[in-house]
């Protein structure tokens, strides 16, 4: 995809999937091609509980035990990104929204501005398969890169190949918080498929395929919703 959209100007997109469904890893490769600005949900919160906001102080424990973080702070967060310059020209976004409000209150805020969801890729994984992806995952936690050990390791082990800090794995990666948070993903995220499918919105690509092919799959996706839009 030589250009975001296939030069049908800015792509604005939701990538759902349940927790290590590969929504980052596809998210930050959008970014680095096509220019998209990433917004993820998850990262920024990560950086609140870092620096102690007073925001990251009140996510914390909803995180820490894999639980979703309430919508109004959620909503709060991702209004200020979404009003940034950067994210004018473009953007993907990674974790969010994930409750219906949130969904409601994004398409609110898009038709305030009379803009649209180009679309919403739903990356589909077997929980089998995520199970064993996150017991295994290091994240960066200076610049959010997201490596595997056994199928994408970094090339000195411990370390990001990108900015040389120390990598590490997530507070949320215990198994038992994990469970948690598929138990969630299911009764308050899944839903959300059904929502954009009814909006005609939703593109299904299975997850499970090595990452270049399924951000294929996304940019083949992305220009057929872009002709789309321009026929109709
Ligand atoms: P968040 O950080 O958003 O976590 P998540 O959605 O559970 O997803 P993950 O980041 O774990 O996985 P991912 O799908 O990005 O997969 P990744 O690319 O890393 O949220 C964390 C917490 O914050 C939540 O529990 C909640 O408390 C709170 N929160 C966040 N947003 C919220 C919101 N909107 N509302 C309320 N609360 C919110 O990939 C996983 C692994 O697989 C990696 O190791 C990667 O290398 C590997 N991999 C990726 N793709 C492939 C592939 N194609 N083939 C093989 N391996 C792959």
């Known amino acids: 995809m030589a250009e975001a959209g296939g030069g049908a100007g800015a792509v604005r997109m939701v990538l759902l999937g349940p927790p290590g469904s590969g929504k980052g890893t596809q998210a930050s490769a959008m970014q680095r091609r096509w220019g998209l600005v990433h917004l993820a949900s998850g990262d920024l919160l990560r950086a609140n509980v870092k620096e102690n906001t007073e925001l990251g ?22 209004e200020d990104r979404l009003s940034q310059p950067e994210a004018q020209a473009g953007f993907v ?11 409601e ?3 609110e805020r898009l038709e305030r501005r009379e803009q ?14 995520i199970l064993r992806r ?10 959010n890169a997201i490596y595997q050990v056994d199928t994408m390791p970094p090339r000195q082990m411990g370390i ?9 794995q997530r507070a949320d990666e ?22 954009y499918r009814s909006r005609g919105l939703l593109h299904e690509v299975d997850g499970a395929i090595g990452v270049e092919r399924v951000l294929a799959e996304i940019s083949r996706m992305l220009e057929q919703a872009a002709k789309q839009a321009q026929a109709g």
């Open 57 to 78: 102080r009140k996510a914390r424990p909803y995180m820490d035990a894999g639980e979703l973080v309430p919508d109004e702070l959620i909503l709060d967060m991702m």
């Open 93 to 103: 976004l990674d974790g969010f929204p994930r409750t219906l409000a949130q969904a």
């Open 105 to 107: 209150a994004l398409d």
């Open 116 to 129: 649209r969801l180009a679309a919403v890729v739903y990356l589909r994984v077997t929980e089998e398969e």
């Open 134 to 143: 996150l017991s295994g995952r290091l994240t960066c936690p200076q610049c």
């Open 160 to 168: 990001c190949d990108k900015c040389g800090s120390a990598l590490v």
């Open 174 to 195: 215990q198994p038992e918080v994990v469970r948690n948070r598929l138990r969630v993903y299911e009764e308050q995220t899944a839903p959300l498929a059904e929502y």
